[in-house]
């Protein structure tokens, strides 16, 4: 069975650092690019990074210079470092996987596209002020 299990969640005051981590399992983990999107009770959801094997990783502006994504393809795991955290970063983050496609999908999910192949349970993050 596929899964994508995000994990590391928690509540931190503005200016906290979380460190989420994306098990995957069931597929083919180097064929596919990993992107991580939030969701906030009546927002849009929003893909927020993207991480290739083909080029990347590519970030939103309104996480550019405060998340980092990588990956590690022995474990099968995908990591998201997120630092200076906002309460407007408060939402529910959930890693899902996109059949690689040189990059463009990765690149085209930080900007606004947010189809993908498989996902999985999110985790929550709560920021307070």
């Known amino acids: 069975d596929v899964q994508l299990q995000a994990s590391g969640g928690g509540s931190v005051q503005t200016g906290g650092s979380l460190r989420l981590s994306c098990a995957a399992s069931?597929?083919?983990?180097?064929?596919?690019?990993i992107g991580w999107f939030r969701q906030a009770p009546e927002k849009e959801r929003e893909g927020i990074t993207c991480?290739?094997?083909?080029?990347?990783?590519y970030y939103a502006d309104s996480v550019k210079g405060r998340f980092t994504v990588s990956r590690d393809n022995a474990r099968n795991t995908v990591y998201l470092e997120m630092n200076n955290l906002k309460p407007e970063d408060t939402a529910k983050y959930h890693c899902?996987?996109?059949?690689?496609?040189?990059?463009?999908?990765?690149?085209?999910?930080?900007?606004?596209?947010?189809?993908?192949?498989?996902g999985g349970q999110g985790t929550q993050v709560t920021v307070s002020s």
């Open positions: 899902a996987a996109l059949k690689s496609l040189v990059g463009v999908r990765c690149l085209i999910w930080v900007h606004g596209g947010v189809g993908f192949d498989f």
């Open positions: 069931g597929f083919t983990f180097d064929d596919y690019d």
């Open positions: 991480i290739s094997n083909e080029g990347g990783p």
